[in-house]
């Protein structure tokens, strides 16, 4: 055999026995995990220099947000009830956050886009991220796990729904209990189904991908729990100790079934524990974050199970800002309501008056500083982060991180 023949077939064998699996991560949960952080916040990222770093990874060299070379994701969402879901796919970059139509850039970022900017950084090999996400869903019905049985009505439930005609109560129990059994599971079996789709031929997604080479489902995000949190039917007992304990059951039921379903008995998985609203929550929030942490504190996902709190990252400046605005809805709402006569002693305020009074009124309340600031680095309510692009950076790298210490970690499956 010729020297230099010899020399590319050791060449060449060498680079296919260091040729390594697609690494393969899920996210997956409701509106904060479609991500409603806007494009046009990224700049605030820069104010900070404990993140202008970040920033400077997420922008390409013509200053618009970076494209990965090793990233791709397949997007499924769709609208609220599920019944027109679509895909977005192709390289990471912005944009894959909510969408208003799933196969369209919507302008917006969730925690995937630094996610994927890690991991592009921390493998050599390619990455794919698997993405499931709808707006307004519950562990306790529309992810319910297979492990966590039938929804079924708490004492609670079956004394108010069954008692006399009021506030929350269903109007026909038949139809909604119907309905109930129809949603419960159904958006859990969504997310199965599609990771499965496609994990069966990942070359639709990612081009190039070769069969030899294979994949490895690396890792689960969970982001979820604000529609659980302020269901006080499911979760009574307002304001008590382990008022959202069932959550935690859930929660443990839904990382055994996925590892289970994909077969993947050791998967890491991080639990993005829900921070709106800051480090300064009352006492409900606080209890329900704790919920969501407990199971990476059980002993049989010792190592592979990890809370990551987002709290942290909560813009506590643009916070103060927002109830500003809330003050500012409110008095929208008293001027507009049978206290009309607010500002005027007859007790009648036409609309341009009305209008008046708020704008200045805002303006006492939020000066041209505050509004500047709003602008740059807020783009949504609260329940959303604020729609701040910074927040939802900093939760990607830091869910990242997590499952990467995982995976390094002597026990990693």
């Given at each position: 055999m010729k020297p230099?023949?010899?020399?590319?077939?050791?060449?060449?064998?060498?680079?296919?026995?260091?040729?390594?699996?697609l690494k393969v991560f899920i996210l997956a949960g409701q509106s904060n995990m479609e991500g409603h952080a806007r494009v046009e916040t990224f700049d605030y990222i820069g104010d900070d220099p404990a993140t202008a770093p970040l920033l400077k990874r997420m922008s390409g060299p013509d200053g618009k947000p970076r494209v990965c070379e090793?990233?791709?994701?397949?997007?499924l969402t769709g609208p609220y009830d599920g019944s027109a879901n679509g895909e977005g796919l192709g390289r990471l970059t912005a944009g894959y956050g909510?969408?208003?139509?799933?196969?369209?850039?919507?302008?917006?970022?969730?925690?995937?886009?630094?996610?994927?900017?890690?991991?592009?950084?921390?493998?050599?090999?390619?990455?794919?991220?698997?993405?499931?996400?709808?707006?307004g869903k519950s562990l306790h019905t529309d992810f319910r796990p297979p492990s966590a049985g039938p929804y079924e009505l708490n004492e609670y439930q079956r004394?108010?729904?069954?008692?006399?005609?009021?506030?929350?109560?269903?109007?026909?129990?038949?139809?909604?209990?119907a309905e109930k059994k129809r949603d419960t599971g159904r958006f859990y079996r969504m997310m199965i189904d599609h990771v499965r789709q496609v994990l069966a031929?990942?070359?639709?997604?990612?081009?190039?991908?070769?069969?030899?080479?294979?994949?490895?489902?690396?890792?689960?995000?969970?982001?979820?729990?604000?529609?659980?949190m302020v269901d006080g039917h499911v979760y009574p007992a307002e304001g008590k100790p382990g008022r959202f304990d069932r959550y935690s059951e859930w929660l443990a039921c839904l990382i055994r079934d996925v590892r289970s379903d994909l077969g993947v008995p050791k998967l890491p998985f991080v639990i993005g524990v829900m921070g709106v609203g800051g480090l300064k929550a009352d006492r409900d929030i606080v209890e329900f974050r704790k919920a969501m942490a407990a199971p990476a504190a059980l002993k049989e996902f010792a190592g592979n199970v990890v809370a990551v709190e987002t709290a942290p990252f909560w813009s506590e400046e643009l916070g103060a800002i927002d109830r500003k605005r809330e003050q500012v809805g409110q008095m929208g709402w008293?001027?507009?309501?049978?206290?009309?006569?607010?500002?005027?002693?007859?007790?009648?305020?036409?609309?341009?008056?009305k209008q008046a009074f708020l704008k200045k009124y805002e303006a006492d309340l939020i000066s041209p500083a505050e509004l500047a600031l709003w602008r740059r680095g807020a783009s949504n309510a609260g329940y959303h982060y604020l729609g701040c692009a910074k927040t939802f950076a900093l939760?990607?790298?830091?869910?990242?991180?997590?499952?990467?210490?995982?995976?390094?970690?002597?026990?990693?499956?």
């Open positions: 230099l023949l010899l020399l590319v077939m050791l060449v060449v064998g060498a680079a296919l026995a260091e040729a390594k699996p090793g990233v791709w994701i397949s997007y909510a969408r208003d139509t799933p196969a369209e850039d919507g302008g917006r970022i969730g925690p995937e886009f630094t996610f994927g900017l890690t991991m592009d950084a921390a493998f050599q090999e390619p990455v794919l991220l698997i993405k499931v996400a709808w707006g004394k108010l729904y069954y008692g006399p005609p009021g506030h929350g109560v269903p109007k026909d129990m038949d139809q909604w209990l031929s990942p070359a639709r997604v990612v081009p190039g991908y070769d069969p030899a080479q294979g994949f490895q489902v690396a890792g689960f995000v969970w982001l979820q729990g604000f529609n659980d008293y001027l507009d309501s049978k206290h009309k006569d607010h500002a005027n002693a007859e007790g009648r305020m036409t609309d341009e008056e939760m990607g790298q830091t869910f990242a991180e997590a499952n990467l210490r995982m995976l390094r970690s002597p026990i990693a499956p």
